[in-house]
Nanobody, 118 residues
Framework: QVQLVESGGGLVQPWGSLRLSCATSGFTFSMYAMSWYRQAPGKERELVAAISSGGVKNYADSVKGRFTISRDNAKNTIYLQMNSLKPDDTAVYYC????????????WGQGTQVTVSS
């Protein structure tokens, strides 16, 4: 059974930093691309960052230069390092394994809340 479990969310001040983790199990992690999404109240869920099985990274323009996605294949885990956080980054952040093998929209974690506020 494919499982994705996010952790690391919380309350942080503007210009602060936070590191999210997504621990995975139930599939051959190193073979698959992984992604981070977020959804703010009243907004659509949006792709934040993605990383291929080979380590190629892509970012939404809104986070480029501030966020870094990475993966540790030995730990079956992906990370999202978030720096220079803004109030607009406030959202529930979701880990996603986008392969259609896991479902029409891939496999999703339950999300972790990130709140950026002074």
């Amino acid at each position: 059974q494919v499982q994705l479990v996010e952790s690391g969310g919380g309350l942080v001040q503007p210009w602060g930093s936070l590191r999210l983790s997504c621990a995975t199990s139930g599939f051959t992690f190193s073979m698959y691309a992984m992604s981070w999404y977020r959804q703010a109240p009243g907004k659509e869920r949006e792709l934040v960052a993605a990383i291929s099985s080979g380590g190629v990274k892509n970012y939404a323009d809104s986070v480029k230069g501030r966020f870094t996605i990475s993966r540790d294949n030995a730990k079956n885990t992906i990370y999202l390092q978030m720096n220079s956080l803004k109030p607009d980054d406030t959202a529930v952040y979701y880990c996603n394994a986008p392969s259609k093998r896991f479902g029409s929209s891939g496999s999703w974690g339950q999300g972790t809340q990130v709140t950026v506020s002074s």
